[in-house]
């Protein structure tokens, strides 16, 4: 479609793929997103799972916690504002800009110029300053896993 404009994100939770809501990336009435790359945050933040569903909370306090290990996506104008509402944005998480580093890059039809720029790259990331403050003292995550060895699986917004 013309003049529809592409977004950048980068998720690291319950969107990537093999997570519980991957699914959500690839259904087409929710929008177009198109998967091009892994990356990592260029600052650290603290990630931990939280409350009783297991969520995973990027919580936005740069220096502090990991790298955090991600996926990049280009995502449309009806993707993003899907991902808004999923996210419950701006209440339970807000959409920022950060500087990702890339680890992999995927996307074989960039211009040049998107290649020459990809060793870092600016997309929004949903994450959160209206946290508990007694989150910070969870365990910090640097790459997110419903099923790791932590023994906190994700639960999904219908079993709630």
Same mark, same amino acid.
């Given at each position: 479609m013309a003049g529809e404009s592409m977004h950048i994100i980068f998720v690291y939770g319950t969107l990537?793929? &093999?997570?519980?809501? %991957?699914?959500?990336m690839t259904d087409p009435k929710h &929008? =177009? %997103?198109v998967f091009k &790359? #892994? &990356?990592r945050t260029i600052d650290k933040y603290p990630l931990v799972i939280a409350q009783e569903a297991n969520i995973p909370f990027l919580m936005n306090v740069p220096g502090t916690g990991h790298h955090i290990a991600g996926e990049i996506y280009s995502v449309d104008d009806q993707m993003l504002q899907f991902l808004d509402e999923f996210e419950s944005c701006p209440?339970? *998480?807000? $959409? #920022? /800009? =950060? $500087? /990702? !580093?890339i680890v992999e890059w995927g996307g074989?039809?960039?211009s040049p110029e998107e290649r020459a720029a990809a060793n870092a790259i600016e997309c929004f990331v949903y994450s959160t300053t209206s946290y508990q403050? !007694?989150?910070?003292?969870?365990?910090?995550?640097?790459? *997110?896993?419903?099923f790791g060895t932590h023994g906190l699986p994700y639960v999904n917004h219908l079993d709630r």
């Open positions: 990537k793929k &093999g997570q519980p809501n %991957a699914n959500v &929008g =177009k %997103a &790359g #892994t &990356g209440d339970m *998480y807000q $959409r #920022t /800009i =950060k $500087r /990702i !580093e074989k039809d960039d403050p !007694e989150w910070l003292n969870l365990p910090h995550f640097d790459c *997110y896993d419903s």
